[in-house]
């Protein structure tokens, strides 16, 4: 099975370990991920707020090169994901006139809703080796993967399960708590940290609440943003993995994954006590 | 989330608003011409709050976002255009979802947001429109954006520098930056993609220039 890939900018630099850790799990379950020749940004935030002509036609450069190779695409990051699908959206609307032919016959996935399809987790779980019993999770959507419904084809958006049937999968316990699709306020982290930092810290607090040791993302933005926020004085912090992480973990317990020493909050510790990586 | 409570009148906006609501009488034509531009059915709303009760960050917006419809209703275009909300509204899609009448709240205040970036207008949210505005130029340098040059030209505005250092915010960024960087997270020099080309010309033709 082959799909096209979208790694999205933030694949190259800040979340080059989901990046690594995408093309082992992708390899061990015997997925071909082609990477869109010269793909470019999507636009992300910025086209969208201050230009909904620019937010439709940068996605469709790209939607235009995945049409020639006639897969579906499949987005790990979760804006890059709504932006695209938003952009497919418009065209097959012919809301927007842009200078390329785009042929949107083909679907756009998140990652997430690829890999929780029935068959997709039975493979899954076929590959686990070591399942990580014990780890006490809790799932982490963010909004822009899940919302809105219309465009993301989530229906059960108020409470989405696609991470937390995957974490299943490899074994994990996987708690529930209602702050899966809470925003935590990335977008606007940079020009005004306080209401980044109010938002992101309770989702922290909620998450520890629940009584969860480690919390499971997949969108970049979100897991920069829960791993690096300052915390208040005296609140802990809980790692933060991609799913992906999670899973090649499941698969290869052995496999050196270097990916781990990129997490601001180490991670090492948590794995360690719970007899998932050697000491 | 019931994050309503307003977090007192800023001054400079209440001040700007002293009168207004006497004085701004509302364009009669702009809840058409937003109707029309937009496609959302502004009349559907019946001032249930709900949007505002679902919206994280209401609480840091002067005008609220069911406050929004109403204005829009009222045609006080310049309100909304001066507002802190159409900055400050992460487009988490909450208000839209819950919306008892379907009424596309997000969509509006992307749209406003839209509007007000192409008017001669100092947003009030200065900081939050250059990021946008920054990302956008990075995007038509290179095709794709590297965080760490984002990042550098944002710190780089002479306003925001100055901000920065006076609050210690840019010690902050530096550490965080060194911290990332040890951890390999940090992609050096940016990728240039090779259409790059199409790209620039897709701006120029936004800004209404020729090839
Ligand atoms: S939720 Fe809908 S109907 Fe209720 S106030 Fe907001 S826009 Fe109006
Ligand atoms: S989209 Fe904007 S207005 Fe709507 S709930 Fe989110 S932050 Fe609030």
Redesign the pocket.
């Known amino acids: 099975m082959a799909l096209s890939f979208y790694p999205g900018c933030s694949l190259e630099g800040m979340a080059n370990d989901y990046a690594r850790s995408i093309t082992a799990v992708f390899e061990d379950l015997g997925i071909d991920l082609v990477e869109i020749d010269d793909w470019s940004c999507c636009g992300s935030t910025a086209a969208h707020s201050l230009d909904e002509t620019m937010s439709v036609a940068l996605p469709a450069r790209n939607l235009a090169a995945a049409g020639e190779m006639g897969l579906d695409i499949v987005s790990p990051c979760a804006m890059c994901f709504n932006r695209l699908r938003y952009a497919q959206l418009m065209l097959k609307r012919r809301s927007f006139d842009i200078p390329w032919q785009v042929d949107t016959d083909f679907a756009v996935h998140d990652m997430t809703r690829f890999l929780a399809a029935p068959d997709m987790l039975a493979q899954i779980r076929k590959r686990v080796v070591r399942p990580l019993a014990n780890l006490k999770t809790v799932c982490y959507y963010g909004c822009q993967m899940v919302r809105p419904p219309s465009i993301t084809g989530y229906t059960d958006f108020e409470n989405p399960q696609t991470l937390d049937a995957i974490m299943d999968a490899v074994g994990a316990q996987v708690k529930d708590w209602s702050y899966k699709s809470t925003c935590c306020g990335a977008s606007i982290g940079i020009g005004r940290r306080e209401i980044r930092d109010t938002l992101t810290n309770r989702i922290l607090d909620k998450a520890a609440h629940t009584g969860a040791e480690a919390i499971v993302v997949s969108c970049p933005l979100c897991q920069a943003n829960l791993d690096t926020v300052p915390r208040r004085p005296g609140a802990g912090r809980l790692p933060v993995f991609y799913f992906t992480e999670l899973m090649r973990l499941a698969f290869r317990p052995a496999a050196e994954a270097g990916w781990f020493r990129a997490h601001l909050t180490n991670p090492l510790p948590l794995l360690n006590t719970k007899g998932l990586v050697a000491a | 989330m019931a994050d309503t409570q307003p977090s007192g009148p800023n001054p400079a906006v209440a001040d700007q608003f002293a009168g207004r609501r006497l004085i701004e009488r509302g364009h009669s034509r702009f809840l058409e011409h937003t109707q029309n531009a937009t496609g959302i059915d502004i009349g559907a709303?019946?001032?249930?709050?709900?949007?505002t009760n679902a919206c994280p960050v209401a609480r840091y917006m002067d005008i609220k976002?069911?406050q929004v419809?109403r204005y829009t209703q009222l045609g006080w275009r310049e309100a909304l255009m001066h507002s802190t909300t159409i900055w400050v509204c992460l487009s988490c899609e909450m208000?839209t979802t819950?919306?008892?009448?379907a009424?596309d709240?997000a969509g509006l205040i992307n749209h406003l947001r839209n509007t007000a970036a192409r008017l001669p207008i100092r947003p009030a949210e200065k900081e939050l429109a250059q990021f946008h505005q920054i990302f956008l130029e990075e995007l038509r340098r290179f095709g794709r954006v590297n965080e760490l040059w984002l990042m550098a030209t944002f710190n780089r505005r002479p306003a925001i520098l100055k901000k920065k250092l006076k609050d210690g915010s840019l010690k902050e960024d530096l550490s965080l930056g060194f911290n990332l960087w040890r951890r390999g997270r940090l992609k050096l020099l940016p990728h240039r993609s090779r259409g790059i080309g199409e790209i620039r010309k897709l701006y120029r033709h936004r800004r209404g220039e020729s090839d």
């Open positions: 709303c019946y001032q249930c709050e709900r949007c976002p069911h419809i208000c819950y919306c008892p009448n009424v709240v």
